[in-house]
Every structure is written in C-alpha cells, then in structure tokens.
C-alpha cells in the first residue's frame, strides 16, 4: 500500500506522528468536545454526531446560517441522553428517546437516514437558543458510507449524522499553517476534526492511505471540502471571515477548498492524547490534485 511513516514502539524519534487532539461533536454543527480519550465504532468516535436539529422540512440546522449554534454545548450522559447548556439558558438534560418515540425520515447531504424524536422540551429549548423551530432527533438505524469512497473490505461502512464520513483527520501543523496566514491563534475547533495528528509536515494528510494507532485503523479515502463554518469563531457563535480565505491559493480540488482527509473505521478500539500514529503513505501521487472528483 505503501511506506510506513511511523515507529514500532515508544522509544523511537519523540518526533513521530501522535494523537494530538481527539474531539467529539455530540449535535452536529454544534460546541465541539475535547476528550483525552475515546472509543472508535463504525459510525466514528462514540457519540459523535449522534444528535442534530433539524428544522419543519427535516433539513438540519447548521452554523453556516445560524452561528450562535457554536455556543450551544452538549455533554453525553453515562445513560445515553445528552446535557445541553447555552449564554443566557438554563441546562437541559435529554434523555436517549425511547423506542415509543417518533422516527423522523431525515437525509443528510442527500443521503437517507433515521432519527428519534427528543421531545417537546428539548425543541423549546433549542428555539429559546437559537430563535428557529425544529425538533431535537438522536440517530437511529444504518446509513452506509457513501460506496464510491469506501475501501474494498468485507466492512460495512457507516456513518451516523457526520456530513458524510465518521472521522475526520487533520494535522495540528496544518491548522497551524492555515491560522497563520489568516493571522490567528489556532484552534481545531474552527476545523471540527476528529483526530488531530502532531509531529508530521503540514498537509502531510494528503497523502495518507491508512493510520494505525495502536489496534486501531482507518483508511483515509477523501479530502474533505470546506465551507463557511470555518469562518464560525466558536468562542463567540459569530461570523469571522477570512479563514476560508487563507486556503484557497493551494487547496481547491474539484471546484472546493479542501483541508483534512475523511476516514472509515477498518478496526475500531481505543484511542487516546498521546497514543503513537503510524500513517501509511499512497503509493500513487500523494498530493492534493492526485484524487478523483466524483
């Protein structure tokens, strides 16, 4: 498949390739959460985009029109619900709905897929925070990755709310870059990664095929085109333009900006800060325009 970037063990170059960062995003377009570590399942990191708010046409919410969405913060509870808190709101704590509850047919990006409805109470709280209606849903049921993108495995690749993919797989050196030609402090937030990779060249994700960290492998099968939630300050839930910008004098492909590698989980297991990184370097063209458009 190609050379291997990474060390066998610990005492190797304190250089090579780590997880820097690992976040889960438990709504989707909403308050990212830094975790020290996480279980990896078919459908990402446990809990990532599990939830969304959608509007009365079942589309879903997103910061791209509503910024505020940024400072919205959802914490997973052991019981399978999610704690919401916002500026100015009181917590909410939503449990998991039950089997009883409404499934809505919903689709992301086009693609189909199913979600619970949470409640009354949690979509009164979700207007209060962000002046639309909707209806809270947690995801329930399959939906397959799209088959164009997906390795040829006996795996059944899935995702549950993400826009496409289960992960997303950046390095801090690449936010690094990108922050400063917009003059910024760097943040992932701004990015909604996944995995954040330290000790490898900016952009370096182009050109991985795989990464290994520890049991744990994924296949890395498309750059991911960018919009204007990158110009979301998600400390304040306002636009701040101008991040979009710094990446389109090298990163266009296929008429988008791209930043970050989407990924399928080909072995799930334990991940955490810290643990060693082994990408494995296509053996093709390992730059951007090197990837097919579809």
Request: glycine fraction near 10%; include cysteine.
């Amino acid at each position: 498949m190609g050379a291997n970037m990474g060390a066998s063990s610990d005492s190797a170059d304190p250089r090579q390739p780590r997880v820097a960062e690992l976040w889960v995003h438990p709504i989707k377009s909403c308050a990212a959460v830094s975790v020290p570590h996480a279980d990896l399942i078919q459908t990402g990191l446990t809990g990532d985009r599990t939830w969304m708010w959608i509007d009365a046409d079942h589309s879903f919410h997103s910061q791209r029109t509503l910024p505020q969405m940024a400072q919205i913060s959802a914490v997973l509870t052991p019981d399978g619900g999610v704690r919401i808190g916002a500026p100015h709101m009181q917590d909410l704590s939503v449990q998991s709905p039950g089997s009883d509850a409404e499934r809505i047919s919903l689709e992301v990006w086009g693609h189909p897929c199913t979600g619970l409805d949470a409640g009354d109470e949690a979509a009164a709280w979700f207007e209060r925070a962000t002046g639309q209606p909707g209806r809270l849903v947690r995801h329930t049921g399959r939906r397959p990755v799209d088959a164009r993108y997906a390795p040829d495995s006996e795996v059944a690749f899935e995702v549950a709310f993400a826009d496409g993919f289960p992960l997303l797989v950046c390095t801090s050196e690449a936010i690094a870059e990108i922050a400063a030609r917009h003059g910024s402090t760097p943040d992932a937030r701004r990015f909604r990664p996944n995995l954040v990779i330290d000790g490898a060249p900016a952009f370096a994700e182009d050109g991985w095929a795989s990464l290994r960290v520890g049991d744990v492998e994924l296949a890395l099968v498309k750059p991911c085109g960018r919009c204007s939630i990158l110009d979301v300050n998600p400390a304040l839930g306002t636009h701040d333009r101008g991040l979009l910008a710094a990446l389109r004098p090298d990163r266009h492909l296929g008429g988008e900006l791209r930043f970050g590698m989407n990924a399928v989980v080909i072995r799930g297991g334990r991940l955490a800060v810290g643990d060693v990184a082994m990408p494995t370097v296509r053996s093709a063209d390992t730059s951007l325009g090197s990837f097919r458009t579809i």
